[in-house]
């Protein structure tokens, strides 16, 4: 038996390799066809257990209350679904840009669902986990599955891909956009038609990119100015984009030469979630 009682992950961010709005359900969400890429780069969270019933959060928390955070939120669910007495004190360390379209937020829900079923022992599935994650966004059943995907749904239907290993130079335009506003725009594109057969052999792109573009022209002009160096493409509802590379060089070139008011990073693609990773070298020894 593993006792291990703290430990620290990455919950990485992802990628929209590419984005089609099918269609929208009677409840308001969209029907998506999506790629899900991963990133080696993301928040940092350390898991602590604790004997009294409690579940505090430190770190980089500024601007979230504390029962809208989603780390908070994946913890209370799992802490009640599982009845459990035991506690947690979660640090984190942010460093995924908010309302980003990186998947931030429930990247940390996933991780914390991950994490707390190893702590506390619960001993859920990743099925079971990942019909949970459901309840807190979208995204977060693809975090805890931890596989490069297709999804279908609203993004629950995964598929798992392999991808080819990529560099990725990520720019953030200092911009918030809010993935609801998006979604609930008259002018969003909504009638991609269902991918036939290989998603290789289709056009490929993002349908919120138009508006994002027309409401938010910074992303824009970061589509723009990241076009010198390759084809540049927006992920999720925005605000980041990001072009792609075979090699670190190709990318670190891109961040070195980012205008001041842009932040950007640079990261690896990767199958498997380091989260999942990370977790696996702890308790499957
Ligand atoms: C755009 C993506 O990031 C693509 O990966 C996701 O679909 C968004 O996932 P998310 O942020 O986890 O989304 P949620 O927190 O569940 O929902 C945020 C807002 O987006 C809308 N939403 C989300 C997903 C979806 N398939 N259709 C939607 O219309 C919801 O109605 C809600 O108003
Ligand atoms: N731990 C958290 N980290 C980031 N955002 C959080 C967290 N908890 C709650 N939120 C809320 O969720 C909102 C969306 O955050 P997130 O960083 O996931 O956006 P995003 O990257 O655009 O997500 P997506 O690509 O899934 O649309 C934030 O504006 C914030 O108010």
Known sequence: MNNTTSFTLIAPAKLNLFL????????????????????NFGDELTFELID??????????????????LIYKAALLLKT????????KI??????????????????AA???????????IDRSLDELARLGLQLGADVPVFVRGQSAIAHGIGEELHQVELEQ??????HPNQ??????????????RDTPKILGDWKHHTLTNDCEPLVKKLCPEVEKTLQWLLKYAPSKMTGTGSCCFVEFASQ????DVLANLPHTWQGFIASSVNISPAHTELAAIFDQ
């Open 81 to 88: 679904q599982s009845k459990t007495r035991l506690g947690v």
């Open 52 to 69: 009294t019933p409690d579940i505090f959060i430190t770190g980089d928390t500024k601007g979230i209350p504390l029962t809208d955070n």
């Open 176 to 189: 918030h956009v809010s993935t609801a506003t998006i979604f609930t725009h008259p002018d969003l594109k």
């Open 20 to 39: 089609h709005i099918n269609g929208r359900r009677e409840d308001g969400y969209h029907e998506l066809e999506t790629l899900f890429t991963f990133l």
């Open 91 to 108: 640090n984190l360390i942010k460093r995924l840009p908010m309302g980003g379209g990186v998947g931030g937020g429930s990247s940390d």
């Open 111 to 121: 991780t914390t669902l991950l994490a707390l079923n190893k702590l506390w022992k």
């Open 249 to 252: 060089v190709q990318a670190q």
């Open 166 to 171: 990529k560099w990725y130079c990520v720019v």
